[in-house]
T-cell receptor
Framework: QKEVEQDPGPLSVPEGAIVSLNCTYS??????FMWYRQYSRKGPELLMY????GNKEDGRFTAQVDKSSKYISLFIRDSQPSDSATYLC?????????????FGAGTRLAVHP | KAGVTQTPRYLIKTRGQQVTLSCSPI?????VSWYQQTPGQGLQFLFE???????NKGNFPGRFSGRQFSNSRSEMNVSTLELGDSALYLC?????????????FGPGTRLTVL
């Protein structure tokens, strides 16, 4: 079983929809939780970063972490065609060492006009 | 500010050959990490360098190695290539590599092994 599970999709939604992306994990030591967006033929870019449990909002994006359930989510409001990409969750802990991120498989999202 | 650059962008090799990939971090960044991305395994951590020292290593065979130079540029080498080494190799840089640092990824080098 992988440390981080993420449904690869694909997920297809109409423009303007609210999108919910999720990851579950098994390592209770994870403290830092991130969401990256990766466009085709590009490297991942950091979207959201949260430490421990709670919510964080940035424009149309909201990240949620529930450590008791080992579950993290990314919500995208008013989705746009430009949001079409692969979304990767990533996590790290202190014992993993410097910069060792554990990634989910990534969810492919398509937002159609 | 220029982003992370990786060269070459595309590479085709045959089994048994070796390959060297290069990464130039963002100016001022001293930590460089390498990841392998495949459709089956996703993104997997290879190793991390800081001040020319490898501080952390993932679960890859010894055929995968790397180094960092005094200007923070990094190279990774894969010897005796296997078909399964075909992947997108991503480099990421950050200021110090601490847990609170943001990692910035380059566009990757797509390696195809025939």
């Amino acid at each position: 079983q992988k440390e981080v599970e993420q449904d690869p999709g694909p997920l297809s939604v109409p423009e303007g929809a609210i999108v919910s992306l999720n990851c579950t994990y098994s390592n209770s030591a994870f403290q830092y939780f991130m969401w990256y967006r990766q466009y085709s033929r590009k490297g991942p870019e950091l979207l959201m970063y949260t430490y421990s449990s709670g919510n964080k909002e940035d424009g149309r994006f909201t990240a949620q972490v529930d450590k008791s359930s080992k579950y993290i989510s990314l919500f995208i409001r008013d989705s746009q065609p430009s949001d079409s990409a692969t979304y990767l969750c990533a996590m790290s802990d202190f014992s993993g060492g410097y910069n060792k991120l554990i990634f989910g498989a990534g969810t492919r999202l398509a937002v159609h006009p | 500010k220029a982003g992370v650059t990786q060269t070459p962008r595309y590479l085709i090799k045959t089994r048994g050959q070796q390959v060297t990939l290069s990464c130039s971090p963002i100016s001022g960044h001293r930590s460089v990490s390498w990841y392998q991305q495949t459709p089956g395994q996703g993104l997997q951590f290879l190793f991390e360098y800081f001040s020319e020292t490898q501080r952390n290593k993932g679960n890859f065979p010894g055929r995968f190695s790397g180094r960092q130079f005094s200007n923070s540029r990094s190279e990774m080498n894969v010897s005796t290539l296997e078909l399964g080494d075909s992947a997108l190799y991503l480099c990421a840089s950050s200021l110090t590599g601490s847990f609170a640092d943001t990692q910035y990824f380059g566009p990757g080098t797509r390696l195809t092994v025939l």
